[in-house]
């Protein structure tokens, strides 16, 4: 199995698990699993020579029993329809599960953005957005960002279906503070991830003062994960990016390595740590790993070397499902992407809500509102793993898909 394809059987897997859990009838149970809408898109765009370039572009509608279908644009030369059609699905379960009132989608071009300049990210992001318009809306479709988009993408997005329909801030979340982006919206996912630890750290009696931390994965996710675990004085003992990794048994100097990156984009230079690979890095001994790159980068070929307490999917999809089940033999639980990385979509939500009331909230108002949701999903999850004895994750797919499968009965057919 390509790793690609991993996160595509991490959720089918799940998600069939927890309907029988559930009791679920099977013609209910596909009628929510199948995607509501595939769109395929051409991009032609100019590069900076003058040549012209076609790339395909995707957006995946999974589900919008619940509210608008909601959920990140990437660029990475891996994406394909097979991926986004899994991405989009896990949207629904994470906006269920948080208990937004949101769907699920996802969009993604397959595109190397560092092969390209900055002109020409732009010219390819608005006509993706054309070319995708006609699906979109700030009550239909919301997109934001993902692996490889960023703030400044969002604005070109906004920009673009602005131009076309007037100013709409709603329609993307995820944007520049000054085009409506919400206070708090950039630390969100990293917040949220720090948060599960957190929880997880309480309900299995581990010190977070005297427990060490691996993350893979410096972007924005796993940096800002970095920053709030120091917060709250976890070691943080190794990192990689794509340049590599990095080992500091002692501890690596967090606020200085998150400021190296924030500036160069890259933890490579740093000047911390004995340098080691990636491989190396996951196999490093800690408390809590937290994959927080790409799907299937905890696999059957590396589950069994791993040394750590539990796994934190950051990343979305980052366990494949062989892998899940070598973690559960050894007794590592590992703590979902649906409900660990949440954070960032509930921010969007608090984005577009004060995007349609005009009104701009205080970084504390929703630095507060992120915990009080973060606490009570990973509570609802905790307290159904307890009374069912199943993992993390499928009482995770079970609070989701329940709530999905009454709404759904509820709005009829
Ligand atoms: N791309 C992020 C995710 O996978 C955020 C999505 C959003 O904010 O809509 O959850």
New binding site residues.
Partial sequence: MSKKTSSVNAATGAYQRAVELLGLKPNIARALEMPDRELTVEVPFRRDNGEVMSLLGFRVQHNNTRGPF?????YHHHVDLAEVRA?AS??TW??ALLDIP?GGG?GGIAIDPSKFSVHELERLSRKFFRAIDPVIGPNID??????NTNAQVMGWFMDEYSQAHGYTPAIV??KPLELGGSEG?EHA?GKGTAITVRETANKNDVALDKSTVVIQGFGNVGSFTAKFLDEYGCKIVGVSDVTGGIHEPDGLEISSLFDHNYKNRTIDGCGQGKNITNDELLTLECDFLIPAALGGAINKENADALNCRFVIEAA?GPVTPKAAETLWEKSVPVIP?ILT??G??????FEWVQNLQQFKWELEDVDTKLETKMVKAFQEVYNIKVEKKVPMRIASFMVAIDRVARSFQLRGV
């Fill in positions: 909601k959920g990140g644009i990437r991405l896990l949207m994470k906006t949101y996802k919301i997109p934001a960002p993902d692996v979340t995820g919206r996912t979305n992407d990385n949440a960032g979509v509930t921010v969007s939500y």
